[in-house]
Structure formats: structure tokens, C-alpha cells
């Protein structure tokens, strides 16, 4: 399974997303990216840098493999199996030391990819590893403008959605999405399945999360707008989701509003992992110029 086949296949997944690829294919790069990461767990081969790419590559091929009606259940048995064989050979076997020098040799080209997009199947998550950029992945409702992702405070993400400052002020927005107590198989739109249009799931079977706090600030173009903030923990459950399902953000009016309607946004879960994990990717280091000087051959 480490062979030099893998070489070229990581070699390829550090550079672009695998969407829309043959099934087969991705499931063997998924299956190489496995393999090299339970090594990388022995016998500690990458950089954090490396890591979170190798990581954002598993996740995007998981998520394609789950959309092209691989189940959950067969994943996790190729994983266990191809994680065993992996440690198996050990940190000096000649295939691991090879794939992991690939690896960091190519991760250092990857390294200057500053945004990517994951598309979904109606959307897509845009991921930006620039500290200027409020959004480190984004997902916008071209209708409202209404944009859902993690936005850079300080030194943080934190799990965000963010509107025009039009009309009254919302008197709080509720995230809602499949709980897996109460529904362990992914909603996909119905009973029967898959829909045409996003379905989030009903109340009956969600979990509701309460933004935390809002603020003030402005968009790109310097618009105003209103940021609601969501715990910690929203993140981690959302990111638990099978990415083929969807939820939906509720904006609760102001009880002072003569408009009583609770207005509903509904955004795809899609590679929100994978996206997450490029977006903290270190920026890379680069030697100073008089240590670049003395390096330059004479």
C-alpha cells in the first residue's frame, strides 16, 4: 500500500481538491492518505504544516467517497485495515521514509496556496490561510448575502454568521442541524432520501444552537453588517456531520419587530473539514536575506 504508486498520488492531493474524480481513484488516494498518516502517528514524519494538509486531503476524499454512496460503515473498516498495515512496516521501511520525503517536498510548493475553494454540490466553502482575511472559510446565500463559516478573531476561529444591518436588528439566530442522538443516520432530505433542494432536517430531530453573542462590523465593501457568534462546541458537532446533509440558520426577530416571521437560511455541510484544517495551515517560513545570502552558492 506504500509503494511508489502512493508517491505520485500525495504528490497530486497536496496541490488540488479531488472533486468530481473517478471513485475508484479516490478511494485508493484516500487509502494511501490513511496509510501515510497512521505512519505519520507512529512515527512522527510531518510538521504541523504537513499534517493539516495531509488531514484536509483525507477529509475531501472522505467526503467524496460518502457522495458517491461509499458507506460509512465499509470506510471504517478499510481504515482500520489499511492503519494496521501502515504500522505494521515500521518508521524505517523504505516505503514510508520515501513517501514521507515526497511529501515534504511537495507540501513546500503547497505551502504558498494562500485559498481554495470546496465546492458543494450548490455552493462551496472558500478557505483563506491570509491573516487579512476576516473569513478563514466562508459559505455565502447569494440571495441574502448572509455569510456562515469561521471568522478570524484575534487569534482565533470562531464559528460565525454574519448579515446586512438592514431593517431591525435580529433578536438571536439559532443553528439547527441533525442531532445524532436522535437520528444517527444522515438526513439527506427526507425518509426516502436525497431531495432536489436543501432540506435541512426538522425540529423533531435537530439539535439548536444558540449564537452567543453578536457584533458590529463591516463587510469587504465596507457595508455594515451584524456578526453572531457560536460556541465551541457548535463547530465540533457541525464539523461531526455527514457532508452530503445540510442545516439551516434561524433568525429570530426582535420582539419589538412588527414582522413576527422567523426567517430561515439553509447552508450544505459539504468539506467544512477539510476546509477548516487548509485554513490553519501554517504561512511558511522563509530564511532571511542575509541567511539566504550565505546559503546562495559563489
Known amino acids: 500500500m506504500l509503494g511508489r504508486a502512493l508517491t505520485f498520488a500525495i504528490l497530486a492531493s497536496l496541490a488540488a481538491p479531488a472533486a468530481l474524480a473517478d471513485p475508484s481513484v479516490v478511494e485508493r488516494t484516500w487509502l494511501e492518505r490513511v496509510a501515510i498518516s497512521a505512519a505519520d502517528k507512529s512515527c512522527n514524519l510531518f510538521s504541523e504544516g504537513e499534517r493539516l494538509a495531509l488531514r484536509s486531503g483525507i477529509y475531501q476524499a472522505e467526503g467524496e467517497l460518502l457522495r458517491a454512496n461509499k458507506t460509512a460503515a465499509e470506510m471504517q473498516k478499510l481504515e482500520a485495515e489499511v492503519t494496521a498495515h501502515a504500522r505494521s512496516l515500521g518508521c524505517a521501511h523504505p516505503s514510508v521514509v520515501e513517501v514521507a520525503a515526497t511529501i515534504r517536498s511537495s507540501y513546500r510548493q503547497f505551502a504558498k496556496t494562500s485559498y481554495l475553494e470546496y465546492p458543494t454540490p450548490r455552493s462551496m466553502w472558500a478557505a483563506s490561510r491570509s491573516a487579512h482575511d476576516k473569513w478563514a472559510i466562508g459559505q455565502t446565500d447569494k440571495k441574502t448575502n448572509v455569510v456562515f463559516g469561521l471568522r478570524r478573531v484575534k487569534e482565533d476561529f470562531k464559528l460565525s454568521v454574519s448579515m446586512p444591518a438592514k431593517g431591525p436588528e435580529p433578536q438571536s439566530v439559532q443553528l439547527v442541524m441533525r442531532d445524532p442522538d436522535k437520528m444517527p443516520e444522515a438526513w439527506l432530505g427526507s425518509i426516502t432520501g436525497a431531495t ?56 429570530v426577530p426582535s420582539q419589538r419587530a412588527k414582522d413576527q416571521t422567523v426567517r430561515s437560511v439553509a447552508f450544505e455541510v459539504g468539506d467544512i473539514r477539510a476546509a477548516h484544517a487548509f485554513s490553519q495551515i501554517p504561512a511558511p517560513e522563509y530564511p532571511a536575506p542575509t541567511q539566504a545570502a550565505a546559503a546562495a552558492p559563489h
Open 196 to 251: 432536489k433542494d436543501l432540506s435541512p432536517p426538522p425540529r423533531s430531530i435537530a439539535r439548536i444552537e444558540w449564537a452567543a453573542e453578536i457584533r458590529k462590523g463591516k463587510d469587504v465593501v465596507g457595508d455594515p453588517i451584524w456578526i453572531f457568534y457560536f460556541n465551541a462546541d457548535a463547530l465540533t458537532r457541525l464539523e461531526a456531520l455527514d457532508p452530503r446533509e445540510s442545516f439551516r440558520l434561524d433568525f
